[in-house]
C-alpha cells in the first residue's frame, strides 16, 4: 500500500489539539510589590523626590517611566494671575523699546501701580487683527473686564482681561512677541 501524499497530515490525537499556546503572563505594574523592576510609586523613591525637591527649592516634579507616571506638587497654589508690584521694569523690559511716555511712566514704580501678567505661553497681540486699533494704550482706563490683548496658544487665540480697574502706564511686549507664563504685560496705576 502507498501513502496519498496529496491529503495533509492530521494530528495523532484530539488532546494535542486542545493544548494551550505558550502565551506570557502579563501582570499590572502595580500588582507585584515584589516586582524585581522598581517603580515610581515606590514609597522610599517618593520620599527621596520630595528630599530633592526641598534640597532644590523646586515646585514640581513630573516623572515618566514606560507607562507609569507621578506628578508631585509642594508649596501653596498661586492664583492664576495675580497682580503685583514687585516685578522690576528692568528685568522685564522688552527686547523693542516702548515709546517716550510709556518709558517715563514704567521707571516710576509705586504702590498703585500693579501688573498685567501672561496667564499662559503664547505670541502675545495687542489687537483683534492687524489692520484694527489695539485694545488698550498707554492713558487708557480699564476696567476688571476689559480686554487689554490676545495670546494665541496652540492655534486658539484667547482674550486677557485686565482683571484690575485704573490707568495703563505702560505696555511691556512688543505685538508679535513671544510670552511666558506669568510675563508682566501691561503696567496699570489704580491709584486713576
Do not use: W
Amino acid at each position: 500500500m502507498a501513502a496519498d501524499k496529496s491529503q495533509p497530515r492530521r494530528p495523532a490525537s484530539k488532546k494535542a489539539l486542545s493544548a494551550p499556546l505558550p502565551t506570557k503572563s502579563r501582570k499590572p505594574p502595580m500588582s507585584d510589590s515584589q516586582s524585581s523592576q522598581p517603580t515610581v510609586f515606590e514609597i522610599e523613591r517618593i520620599r527621596r523626590l520630595v528630599e530633592l525637591m526641598k534640597e532644590h527649592d523646586l515646585s514640581e516634579i513630573d516623572l515618566r517611566e514606560s507607562r507609569q507616571h507621578i506628578r508631585i506638587c509642594r508649596g501653596p497654589k498661586e492664583a492664576p494671575r495675580p497682580a503685583s508690584a514687585s516685578s522690576s521694569p528692568a528685568a522685564h523690559a522688552p527686547a523693542s523699546a516702548p515709546p517716550p511716555a510709556a518709558t517715563s511712566a514704567a521707571a516710576a514704580d509705586g504702590p498703585n501701580i500693579a501688573v498685567i501678567k501672561s496667564p499662559m505661553i503664547g505670541t502675545f497681540y495687542s489687537r483683534p487683527n492687524p489692520k484694527a486699533e489695539a485694545y488698550v494704550k498707554v492713558g487708557d482706563r480699564v476696567d476688571t473686564t476689559t480686554v487689554v490683548c490676545i495670546i494665541e496658544a496652540m492655534k486658539v487665540f484667547n482674550e486677557i482681561p485686565a482683571e484690575t480697574r485704573g490707568q495703563i502706564v505702560a505696555v511691556l511686549v512688543a505685538d508679535g512677541e513671544a510670552v511666558d507664563f506669568e510675563k508682566p504685560l501691561f503696567k496699570v496705576d489704580i491709584s486713576k
